[in-house]
């Protein structure tokens, strides 16, 4: 079968849809599309609402890094805070660039901004710069709290020898007490080991001196030495009593209770515990900048429930 020319003519006329025209078509639209979401990516990107979503969320990044900051700076000091603070310590600069990324979007947003708008954005600039000034105030904080814990964890360990020379103090008269030699070169061999207790508990309690400024266990080192001298008549006595040295034994027996008295009259009044002596010369060290730091958080806070 053929075509005739006028048929052949006709066909010509017919336009054609083909596939190559859809895939044109489809380009086109995606270009269009495209374009279309692009110039919205770039007007929202710019509105004053985008940037603080964005100053939001580098202040909340930098809130998650500050709270091990908050926490070790508001928590009781122990024996453990020390080994906390380096990280924390090494936290401090991150969070400053987050911060100033925040600080960056709030002050593009502004450019933009309604009056209306602008009030709150102040608001946000302030809470950021005092977030700054808290980050300002750690360093010299975190100093003093790692220097307080590691004196707190020496003379926890001095207070502790304290008790084990006690203790073998009461051990050394118990054995005196049986007035036999045996019993002697027991009390002997107690006090000997209260001594060396008791030179522990110095090294701990002057260390800790060294280590944190203003710090003074004084009253503790003179109780120290009452008691080096209690256990070193002692054991005079204990010798006195195997040499059958009744003179020298009644003298060194009552020197001993001399001693024992005022060791008493110092554990009743003087003696404060150790913890409390450290955190009383931390808070001498810290009361103004903790004082501010807290004023400073409590802004913060105040801020933060004004704009969010």
Same mark, same amino acid.
């Given at each position: 079968?053929?075509?005739?020319?006028?048929?052949?003519?006709?066909?010509?006329?017919?336009?054609?849809?083909?596939?190559?025209?859809? #895939?044109?078509?489809? !380009?086109?639209?995606?270009? #269009?599309?495209?374009?279309?979401?692009?110039?919205?990516?770039?007007?929202?990107?710019?509105?004053?609402?985008?940037?603080?979503?964005?100053?939001?969320?580098?202040?909340?990044?930098?809130?998650?890094?500050?709270?091990?900051?908050?926490?070790?700076?508001?928590?009781?000091?122990?024996?453990?805070?020390? *080994?906390?603070?380096?990280?924390?310590?090494?936290?401090?600069?991150?969070?400053?660039?987050?911060?100033?990324?925040?600080?960056?979007?709030?002050?593009?947003?502004?450019?933009?901004?309604?009056?209306?708008?602008?009030?709150?954005?102040?608001?946000?600039?302030?809470?950021?710069?005092?977030?700054?000034?808290?980050?300002?105030?750690?360093?010299?904080?975190?100093? !003093?709290?790692?220097?307080?814990?590691?004196?707190?964890?020496?003379?926890?360990?001095?207070?502790?020898?304290?008790?084990?020379?006690? $203790?073998?103090?009461?051990?050394?008269?118990?054995?005196?007490?049986?007035?036999?030699?045996?019993?002697?070169?027991?009390?002997?061999?107690?006090?000997?080991?209260?001594?060396?207790?008791?030179?522990?508990?110095? !090294?701990?309690?002057? *260390?800790?001196?060294?280590?944190?400024?203003?710090?003074?266990?004084?009253?503790?080192?003179?109780?120290?030495?009452?008691?080096?001298?209690?256990?070193?008549?002692?054991?005079?006595?204990?010798? *006195?009593?195997?040499?059958?040295?009744?003179?020298?034994?009644?003298?060194?027996?009552?020197?001993?209770?001399?001693?024992?008295?005022?060791?008493?009259?110092?554990?009743?009044?003087?003696? #404060?515990?150790?913890?409390?002596? !450290?955190?009383?010369?931390?808070? $001498?060290?810290?009361?103004?900048?903790?004082?501010?730091?807290?004023?400073?958080?409590?802004?913060?806070?105040?801020? *933060?429930?004004? #704009?969010?």
């Amino acid at each position: 079968m053929s075509l005739s020319r006028s048929q052949r003519r006709q066909r010509q006329k017919k336009p054609s849809f083909t596939l190559g025209h859809l #895939v044109i078509i489809g !380009v086109i639209i995606a270009i #269009v599309s495209g374009v279309g979401a692009y110039a919205y990516h770039t007007f929202y990107t710019s509105t004053v609402d985008y940037r603080v979503e964005q100053a939001f969320s580098l202040i909340d990044k930098a809130d998650e890094k500050m709270g091990a900051l908050h926490s070790v700076i508001s928590a009781d000091i122990t024996d453990e805070t020390a *080994d906390k603070i380096k990280k924390v310590t090494e936290s401090i600069e991150p969070t400053r660039d987050l911060l100033r990324g925040a600080a960056d979007y709030i002050k593009r947003a502004q450019e933009s901004a309604t009056t209306e708008e602008m009030e709150r954005l102040v608001m946000i600039q302030e809470s950021v710069a005092l977030r700054g000034q808290l980050l300002g105030l750690a360093p010299d904080l975190l100093e !003093v709290t790692e220097k307080s814990a590691i004196a707190l964890r020496g003379v926890n360990v001095g207070w502790e020898n304290l008790i084990a020379a006690t $203790e073998a103090s009461v051990r050394a008269k118990e054995a005196f007490d049986m007035q036999d030699k045996a019993g002697m070169l027991e009390s002997v061999k107690q006090n000997n080991d209260a001594l060396s207790q008791l030179a522990r508990a110095r !090294v701990e309690f002057n *260390d800790a001196e060294r280590v944190l400024e203003g710090l003074s266990f004084a009253v503790y080192l003179e109780y120290i030495d009452i008691r080096e001298q209690m256990a070193q008549t002692a054991i005079k006595a204990a010798n *006195d009593w195997t040499g059958e040295d009744k003179t020298a034994l009644k003298i060194d027996l009552e020197h001993y209770a001399d001693l024992l008295s005022q060791a008493a009259i110092m554990e009743e009044n003087q003696l #404060v515990p150790p913890a409390e002596i !450290v955190a009383a010369t931390y808070q $001498e060290l810290v009361g103004e900048a903790s004082t501010e730091y807290f004023a400073i958080r409590e802004a913060v806070r105040t801020l *933060d429930n004004k #704009v969010r």
